[in-house]
C-alpha cells in the first residue's frame, strides 16, 4: 500500500512531442505528490509538485494532472525538447517525512 | 550555496572491504536522507535523521549497513563488510523542515562497485 507504480519505465519522444509519464498509488492519505528530474551523472532535483486539492497543476511546458478517485497522476511534457533527456521520478508523501518514490521513467527526446 | 556535498564520488572496492561514504547537507536544513539507486529497485530511502537524531532506519538492508551523524555539517554511511549486491548509486540529500512538502536537495551522488 506504500508503493507508487510508475509506467512506462522508458519513453522515446521526437523533438516538439508530447510526453506523458504515468504513477498510480494505493494509499488515500497521501496528500503530496512531487516529481523528480535527475540527469545522468547527478542527484534528483524537484521538478514541480501537486496537492491533491486541485486537479492541474502547470509550470511552463510541464503539467502534473491528478485525477483523486483513480488515484492516479501523470506528468505532461509539452514541446519536448533534447534537454528534456532524463529520468523522472514521480514520489509520494503524507504527513511523514518520507518520500515514496516511483521507479522512475527514462525520457530520451531525439531531434 | 554549494549544495549537498558527497565524498567520495566513486568507489571500487572488493567484497568484505569496509566502505564510509560521506556527506555534508546544505548549511541550516535540519533533515538529511540517505539513499539507495538501483536499476531494479529505483531509489529506495535508506535512513534519515533530524536535528542529527536518526528517526527512520526502517530502509536499511540489514546489519552490515550503518549510518552516523555527529554534528549538523557531517554524515556517514558505512557498509562493513561490503558485499557485491550492494553496487549501487548512493545519494544523500537534505531539506528544510522535512520532507512531507518540502523540497529535498539531492547530491551528485557516490557511485559504489563492489567487486
Known amino acids: 500500500q506504500q508503493q507508487v507504480k510508475q509506467s512506462p519505465q522508458s519513453l522515446i519522444v521526437q523533438k516538439g512531442g508530447i510526453s506523458i509519464i504515468n504513477c498510480a498509488y494505493e494509499?488515500?492519505?497521501?496528500?503530496?505528490f512531487p516529481w523528480y528530474q535527475q540527469f545522468p551523472g547527478k542527484g534528483p532535483a524537484l521538478l514541480i509538485a501537486?496537492?491533491?486539492?486541485?486537479s492541474e497543476k502547470k509550470e511552463g511546458r510541464f503539467t502534473i494532472s491528478f485525477n483523486k478517485s483513480a488515484k492516479q497522476f501523470s506528468l505532461h511534457i509539452m514541446d519536448s525538447q533534447p534537454g528534456d533527456s532524463a529520468t523522472y521520478f514521480c514520489?509520494?508523501?503524507?504527513?511523514?517525512?518520507?518520500?515514496?518514490f516511483g521507479t522512475g521513467t527514462r525520457l530520451q527526446v531525439f531531434p | 550555496d554549494a549544495g549537498v556535498i558527497q565524498s567520495p564520488r566513486h568507489e571500487v572496492t572488493e567484497m568484505g572491504q569496509e566502505v564510509t561514504l560521506r556527506c555534508k547537507p546544505i548549511?541550516?536544513?535540519?533533515?538529511l536522507f540517505w539513499y539507495r539507486q538501483t536499476m531494479m529497485r529505483g531509489l529506495e530511502l535508506l535512513i534519515y535523521?533530524?536535528?542529527?537524531?536518526?528517526?527512520?532506519d526502517s530502509g536499511m538492508p540489514e546489519d552490515r549497513f550503518s549510518a552516523k551523524m555527529p554534528n549538523a555539517s557531517f554524515s556517514t554511511l558505512k557498509i562493513q563488510p561490503s558485499e557485491p549486491r550492494d553496487s549501487a548509486v548512493y545519494f544523500c540529500?537534505?531539506?528544510?523542515?522535512?520532507?512531507?512538502?518540502?523540497?529535498?536537495?539531492f547530491g551528485p551522488g557516490t557511485r559504489l562497485t563492489v567487486l
Open positions: 548549511s541550516g536544513h535540519d533533515y
Open positions: 494509499n488515500t492519505a497521501f496528500d503530496y
Open positions: 514520489a509520494a508523501s503524507y504527513n511523514t517525512d518520507k518520500l515514496i
Open positions: 501537486i496537492r491533491p486539492d486541485v
Open positions: 535523521f533530524n536535528n542529527n537524531v536518526p528517526i527512520d
Open positions: 540529500a537534505s531539506s528544510l523542515n522535512g520532507g512531507h512538502m518540502n523540497e529535498q536537495f
